[in-house]
């Protein structure tokens, strides 16, 4: 871990508002693993976002309107977040997502096989227009017609632009937690 948690007592006024606000969203939607230390302090990617809140205030916003906002089922949701965890091998992302889609109703064997890059047979078809546009976003180069106009299909136009933005914003978590080589909690 090369950014060290923050107890809340030592942020600046500033920054305690950010992280105030990234608890808040924690405590109302993502409470199915650990986000914080035995002293309060934010842990995975959140660190980041309160050591640089230039940076880290606006990354949240944008994760939060994808949080608040979301329309895509939640089982579609995880198996892309968990589809792009996978993609960039980001351990905190994994451990948090894969508890969220235990949470979301996800079979285990379906949740392990995404979490090890691999593309399950059993995915329903709003899954797998999902998981393939996911490999195919995070693969480099645009997203083939076919890909884009199933998911279009699907998810409708709006559906396929949270999909986009969903699979942007949490690559952007990925990277932060590599960059910052960001662990898995213990127990």
């Known amino acids: 871990m090369r950014l060290p948690p923050i107890p809340p007592n030592d942020l600046s006024p500033e920054v305690r508002a950010l992280h105030d606000a990234i608890v808040e ?14 002293d309060g302090a934010l842990i995975g990617p959140f660190p980041a976002l309160l ?20 329309t895509l089922p939640e089982t579609v949701r995880e198996v892309v977040i968990l589809a792009v965890g996978a993609r960039f091998k980001a351990r905190y992302e994994l451990y948090s997502h ?5 949470e979301a109703g996800l079979p285990r064997p379906l949740i392990a096989a995404i979490a090890a890059g691999q593309r399950p047979p059993d995915l329903d078809e709003m899954q797998a227009a999902a998981f393939d546009f996911v490999t195919a976003a995070t ?15 699907l998810f409708g136009n709006e559906g396929v632009g949270e999909l986009a933005f969903l699979v942007a914003s949490y690559t952007v ?6 960059a910052f080589d960001v662990p898995v909690p213990e127990n």
């Open 173 to 178: 978590i990925c990277i932060l937690l590599n």
């Open 98 to 102: 894969e508890k969220m889609a235990v």
């Open 25 to 38: 969203r924690m405590g109302r939607s993502l409470s199915a693993f650990a986000s914080q230390d035995a």
């Open 51 to 70: 050591h640089f809140p230039r940076f880290g205030a606006p990354a949240f916003a944008f994760l939060d309107s994808l949080v608040g906002g979301a």
């Open 139 to 153: 693969g480099g180069g645009s997203v083939p017609a076919s890909t884009y106009e199933q998911a279009r299909a």
